[in-house]
């Protein structure tokens, strides 16, 4: 029998539930998820991710819909999914993207009040019956692992 850690996952099962919106904690403080604060938008991980490398897209105003959002905003944050797509190619690899919105908690909208996106990279093979049968995902590197891995490229970003 083989043995699955995911030793981060605890922290949130026993942990005290963030209270506050938390792309607006993102841009307030400095932490080891939070890859990019530009002007306009954040990259931010996710801390509870489907997979390696996934990444959350926010402007960084606090909006909950896209028609809150104003031209330069909706260009920046298409721009900044754009970016971190091409980084996560340039460094995890990926066979492809889902890339989407959760509108309202009914679309399964976490933070339903802080437009995002999310940017989930997948390879081929990545769904296997653990995933079907028994509600697990296996993600096989650690949260800082890909932060570190990631993060060089996003200091590079030059998006307003």
């Known amino acids: 029998m083989k043995t699955m850690w995911a030793p981060w996952r605890m922290e949130y099962i026993l942990g005290d539930k963030e209270k506050g919106c938390i792309f607006c904690q993102a ?15 954040m990259v931010v991980m996710n801390k509870f991710p489907y997979i390696n490398g996934h990444l959350l897209v926010a402007p960084n105003r606090h909006i909950p819909a ?8 909706m260009g920046y944050l298409l721009e900044t999914v754009e970016q971190s797509i091409e980084i996560l ?8 993207f889902n890339v989407g919105l959760n509108l309202g908690r009914v679309a399964g909208a976490g933070v339903e009040e802080h437009l995002h996106f999310h940017i989930v990279p997948r ?5 296997n019956a653990l995933t ?22 996003f200091n590079k970003l030059d998006i307003v």
């Open 27 to 41: 841009i307030s403080k400095q932490d080891d998820l939070t890859l990019y604060k530009g002007r306009v938008t």
């Open 66 to 73: 896209l028609d809150r959002l104003n031209r330069d905003e």
């Open 89 to 96: 190619k340039k460094v995890m690899n990926p066979d492809g």
């Open 123 to 127: 390879w081929s093979g990545d769904t």
């Open 132 to 153: 079907v049968f028994a509600d697990i995902r296996v993600i096989p590197e650690h949260l800082k692992d890909t932060y570190n891995n990631l993060k060089p490229y």
